[in-house]
């Protein structure tokens, strides 16, 4: 009798390891773009555990092992290789090759451009009050992004460059005279250039959103994640962490003040939602 009691004891003792790891393995692993730049990758990280944490169902997010280039990421998202989600500005290619949950995960900010020029040179640009003036000077992009494009196509100048950390040499050494940056981004990238400053009069604005992207057959993933920012919309924890991400930064450049240079963006697709005003950080809606 004493070895039975001893026996169910540890039988009930087992048990809820047992459930736990069941569970756990009943969740989805989830594999996003591993980023050394840990401040990119935080705000969206941040958002997507928040958008699944009410999900019906169980998933587990995780960086991927290694870092890879952004379409090498897109590549291995669609042959389903070790990618489930990923996040990048949209366009038609993307879209036509992906499934994007659209909505702009930092509410368009990242289609509002401000520009790095030469410490010597703060007021390079204080007398652009329109695009016809700004296509008087030229600006230094890598020639692989998609903003590269929008520039091209609202006829501005473009010195092309092969890498990112060559661009800021590049601008120090005059090969350019401004370098239009991501507000999300340009604070941080300034603090590791002493050469550098933040022109303090333009803002550079196109309409642009980031969004997750999964698989085109990841279905049940896409509902989930859309089913969860939304709802993050609705009960206001979207804005609240936005604002926690980038509302010390909109104050401290100045965005509201600055004069805005308005560009097209002819890689946007038509179904993007410009005019459902709860997604965007101003108001983006064609007139």
Known sequence: M?????????FWLVLPATVALAGTDS?????????????????????????????PRCYQIRASEHEAPKARNFLRLRNRLGLDVVWSMTTREREQSHRPI???????LMGNRVALVRADQTDLLA???????????????????????????????????SGYAALFRMLVAGRFDYFPRSVTEVLQELEHQPQLALDPHLIIRYPAAMYFFVHPD??????????????????????????????????????????????????????TPLCEKDLWWVDMCPK
């Open 27 to 55: 969740c989805r692993q989830l594999v996003y773009p591993k980023s050394s730049d840990h401040w990119r990758a935080a705000y969206p990280v941040e958002l997507l555990r928040s958008a699944l944490a009410n999900s």
């Open 218 to 271: 990841d279905v049940e993933l896409a509902g989930d994640i859309e089913a969860g920012l939304r709802r993050m919309i609705a009960e206001g924890d979207f804005d609240d962490l936005f604002q926690h991400y980038f509302g010390d930064l909109i104050s401290q450049l100045k965005l509201p003040e600055r004069r805005v240079i308005a560009l097209k963006n002819p890689l946007l697709p038509e179904a």
């Open 2 to 10: 004493g070895t039975v009691r001893i026996v169910c004891f540890v």
């Open 102 to 108: 659209r909505i702009p995960l930092n509410k368009g």
């Open 127 to 161: 007398g652009v009050k329109n695009l016809e003036q700004l296509r008087q000077f030229s600006a230094g992009q890598m020639y692989v992004w998609s903003d590269t494009e929008v520039l091209v196509a609202n006829q501005l100048t473009v010195v092309p460059g």
